[in-house]
């Protein structure tokens, strides 16, 4: 069975740095690429940041660019967002994902397993 669950959410103020991070089992992991999406109250699901199977390649959502960083650790089965700057709008529930496709890394229907969410909270 596979299993992906994020830790690491929270409140912080705006200006502020937050990592998030992803421990996934059941499924061989260094062969898997790894994403996040976010959900704030309202709006659709939106991508914020995925990485290649082997880490060669990232990818960032446009309104995260130059403040998310994403890696990962093979030998510990988990990867991280590091979140610097944090503004308001970055408020929502953050999602890890796991792709065992390993294309449409921009998109929710390239990812096939998800965990259940953490709450991020940025205040002004």
């Known amino acids: 069975q596979v299993r992906v669950r994020e830790s690491g959410g929270g409140l912080v103020q705006a200006g502020e740095s937050l990592r998030l991070s992803c421990a996934v089992s059941?499924?061989?992991?260094?062969?898997?690429?790894m994403g996040w999406f976010r959900q704030a109250p309202g709006k659709e699901r939106e991508f914020v940041a995925s990485?290649?199977?082997?880490?060669?390649?990232?990818y960032y959502g446009d309104s995260v660019q130059g403040r998310f960083t994403i890696s990962r650790d093979d030998d510990k089965n988990t990867h991280a967002l590091q979140m610097n700057n944090l503004k308001p709008e970055d408020t929502a529930v953050y999602y890890c994902?796991?792709?065992?496709?390993?294309?449409?890394?921009?998109?929710?229907?390239?990812?096939?397993?998800w965990g259940q969410g953490t709450q991020v909270i940025v205040s002004s």
């Open positions: 059941g499924i061989t992991f260094h062969r898997v690429a």
């Open positions: 994902a796991a792709s065992t496709l390993n294309y449409n890394l921009k998109w929710s229907e390239g990812f096939d397993y």
């Open positions: 990485i290649t199977w082997n880490g060669e390649m990232r």
